[in-house]
């Protein structure tokens, strides 16, 4: 697949990584494309770098990895080019970092993948990889034996099958959550947010919950 990553940073750079490695071809993007030289020629030749604008047209799939933020500025820019893409939302809500936008989700007591829906309603959000640190993608990745399994929700049942593939091509294991509005447990202070679980330890800490 061609995948655009919008944002450079610790999630968006790791799998940029990991699904170059897989075989895909990954733009990732930010508001300073020249900075990101370095990481596109240490990953390879399936890797490039280019603005927000280019990402989001180059990727037959896009992953929102930058902070929320920034969706208000970005967002409008390129809902265009993601008109019927699947969109993967690793986006969370802080209100310390991210202001308004995130207390706006959180006092209306949805989850954070609804919102991103809102705002793209042309293109299939999935949520995925909103809820693993950057440094367990980095480290467990194809493990042995039972594998991390990364959590996903979302509407579009042939999103979510996008979703899966690239899921077990970074190398970790997929649970579907259902629809975006059952997704609360991966934003912060969910059940399953910032957690390492294996496909049985997920099902166990929601029936705990």
Known sequence: ????????????G?????????????????RHPGELTALVKDIGKKASAGTVEQAAEFGEVAFLAMP?????????KIQSALSGKVVLDAMNPFPNRDGEIASEILNRGIASGVATQERLPESAVVRAFSSIRFRELQTEHHRNGDRVAVPIAGDDPAAKEVATRLVRDAGFEVFDLGPLADSRPLDPGGVLFVQTFTRDEIAEALDIA
Do not use: Q
């Open 1 to 12: 697949m061609k995948i655009g990553v919008i944002g450079a940073g610790n999630i968006g």
């Open 14 to 30: 790791t799998l940029t990584r990991l699904w170059a490695g897989a075989g895909h071809e990954v733009m990732v993007s930010s």
């Open 68 to 76: 929320l933020k920034g969706v208000a500025d970005t967002l409008p």
